[in-house]
């Protein structure tokens, strides 16, 4: 689907199995990167000559494609960062590091990204707020018993992941809302597993705070998007501060800070990365969330019935949703089967993916994940199945 968009798939017999950690990028984000490089290199909203207005212009105009994708109300919700864990980290510590107090406490799951659990540690340290967990059922998803189960009248925020990177189950946003709104609970979503897979409509979610990076939706790597009601941003202290954001400053400390968008992202933004940001976003857009969604799921159901035929596979999370497969091949540690892969030019992760609590989920500490996209194919899946079915010589291949 859509593959000679592709030049890395057209120039290479590559099979990618590791867009959970990066997609690969089309040829149209490549273009606009490199035609900001090659035609119109400037500073936006410093310049007063053509080049500049011209690159103001389309930075401007990125924010408002990415409102209209998200369904956010105003382009002012829209705050460009260097990515998720960037945006995570703003929201926690320049809103929450501000409105939560001793005692106050945030409700996880052990399932979250590092990039979703280790700021609210520092925060636990740094003011006295107590991380809880969710529990989770038996197929190691969040339900809405277990939520209401865990919040009690000292709990102030809920912060999850859409989709979870590792066991790719996915939450039910909207109801996850509506329970943390009814108690009067700020509801924080890590969108990088999802922004490029589902629909996500921040508006009908009613989604307080979220985070997605550029490069999960086949963007470029260093630029995210932090989106908050706007209410919500209007109170979130800059974590950074210099050019850009302020208004006026004088020499005896006086500051005033610009509206937003601009009092949060101050200093030179990564600007290519933003126009970058803007094609991807249009280019899914153009394809369809829905058809690419409709698509990958066919596409896991195969990757699982094929991986099911083999005894020596164990598979973690085979009735979960999302294009996340994670596995272990029989007394075969992961990282070794990610380079027994690699012989046949097979992409995939192995590790702890960055979710380090999850072992105690799996009760394994290391897997190999496979995470799909829309441009693999059912043929992909027959060489990785047939490649697997030769694992046996593994040891001989990789040492």
């Not at 700020?186 to 897979?197: K, R």
Request: net charge negative.
């Amino acid at each position: 689907m859509n593959r000679e968009d592709f030049t890395i798939l057209k120039d290479s017999n590559m099979v990618y199995f590791d867009n959970g950690a990066t997609t690969l990028k089309p040829d149209c984000v490549r273009d606009a990167v490199i035609d900001y490089y090659n035609k119109y290199t400037a500073s936006i909203h410093r310049g007063d000559y053509k080049n500049s207005l011209k690159v103001s212009a389309m930075y401007d105009d990125t924010r408002e494609i990415i409102r209209k994708f998200i369904n956010a109300n105003h382009p002012s919700e829209i705050i460009f960062t260097a990515g998720t864990t960037d945006s995570l980290n703003d929201i926690v510590f320049g809103y929450f590091r501000h409105h939560l107090v001793k005692g106050d406490e945030i409700l996880i799951t052990e399932t979250e990204h590092a990039s979703n659990v280790l700021p609210w540690f520092i925060l636990a340290k740094e003011i006295g707020v107590v991380v809880k967990y969710i529990s989770l059922n038996d197929n190691n998803e969040l339900t809405i018993d277990n939520l209401r189960n865990a919040i009690t009248d000292k709990t102030k925020v809920v912060s999850i992941a859409h989709i979870t990177n590792v066991i790719g189950d996915v939450r039910d946003i909207k109801e996850i809302a509506k329970e943390c709104h009814s108690h009067n609970i700020l509801l924080v979503v890590d969108a990088a597993q999802s922004i490029a897979h589902i629909k996500v409509d921040v508006t009908d979610m009613d989604i307080d705070f979220m985070a997605f990076s550029g490069h999960k939706i086949y963007g470029p790597t260093g630029i995210g998007v932090l989106y908050g009601k706007f209410n919500l941003l209007k109170e979130l202290t800059p974590v950074a501060y210099g050019g850009g954001m302020n208004a006026i400053f004088n020499k005896d400390g006086y500051v005033e800070y610009k509206d937003l968008p601009d009092k949060l992202e101050a200093g030179t933004p990564n600007i290519e990365g933003v126009l970058g940001l803007g094609k991807s976003i249009l280019y899914v857009d153009k394809i369809g969330i829905d058809k690419i969604n409709k698509y990958e799921t066919e596409l896991r159901k195969y990757l699982v019935d094929k991986l099911s035929e083999l005894d020596f596979i164990t598979m973690y999370n085979k009735d979960n949703e999302a294009a996340i497969i994670t596995f272990n091949i029989d007394n075969v540690f992961s990282q070794d089967a990610a380079i027994y892969l690699d012989k046949y030019n097979i992409c995939v992760r192995a590790g702890n993916h960055c979710a380090k609590m999850t072992k105690d989920v799996f009760n394994v500490a290391n897997t190999v994940r496979i995470s799909l996209s829309f441009y693999n194919t059912k043929e992909e899946i027959d060489l990785l199945v047939n490649v697997l079915k030769n694992s046996k010589n593994i040891w001989e291949e990789i040492l």
